[in-house]
């Protein structure tokens, strides 16, 4: 199996087969729509992003509770510090402004994977994004679809759904 991608059926599969041979295609969600987010979609992210976030909500696109969020995406200016959930803010706050990506810890982009200190940059790597290049199939098996960004998420951030989904003809 060390050559076969990772999918949902195949991890299922591995994992279930043996137990329970009948009840693996029963409880396998379908595979994540691969179709990219964008530019469209990245641009309205990217301007939700740089918005001033109220007092009382999270500052980015964050799943906002208690220890592991999974992933998300923040806009930190300058000055910005690195926030760890045990301690506090933590580091030198930031010269550069950027856009980030990463694992979320207690409601805040704790690490980082991708930063972006160009708009455009991060424009572009988000509308080639997918559901499935960033539901974390390269991650440990608790990781994989745990609380991922998905076209959803970013539309319901946004306010608009299906903003940058493609038409299809009917």
């Given at each position: 199996m060390a050559g076969r991608p990772r999918t949902l059926q195949t991890m299922a599969k591995t994992r279930e087969a043996e137990a329970c041979p009948v009840a693996?295609?029963?409880?396998?969600?379908?595979?994540?729509?691969?179709?990219?987010?964008?530019?469209?979609?990245?641009r309205a992210v990217a301007d939700a992003l740089q918005k001033p976030t109220p007092p009382d909500r999270a500052p980015g696109l964050v799943n906002n509770h208690r220890d592991y969020c999974g992933m998300g995406l923040d806009y930190a200016p300058v000055g910005t510090r690195d926030f760890d959930g045990a301690t506090g803010l933590r580091g030198a706050p930031s010269t550069v402004?950027?856009?980030r990506y990463g694992?979320?810890?207690?409601?805040?982009?704790?690490?980082?994977?991708?930063?972006?200190?160009?708009?455009?940059?991060?424009?572009?790597?988000?509308?080639?994004?997918?559901?499935?290049?960033?539901?974390?199939?390269?991650?440990?098996e608790w990781f994989v679809g745990n609380q991922r960004l998905n076209r959803a998420r970013l539309e319901a951030f946004i306010g608009a759904p299906r903003l940058g989904r493609p038409v299809t003809a009917e």
């Open positions: 693996v295609a029963s409880t396998v969600p379908p595979e994540p729509d691969d179709t990219p987010y964008g530019e469209a979609l990245a402004a950027q856009f694992r979320v810890n207690d409601g805040f982009v704790d690490k980082a994977d991708l930063g972006f200190a160009d708009r455009e940059a991060f424009v572009a790597w988000l509308a080639q994004q997918s559901d499935r290049s960033l539901y974390g199939f390269d991650e440990p």
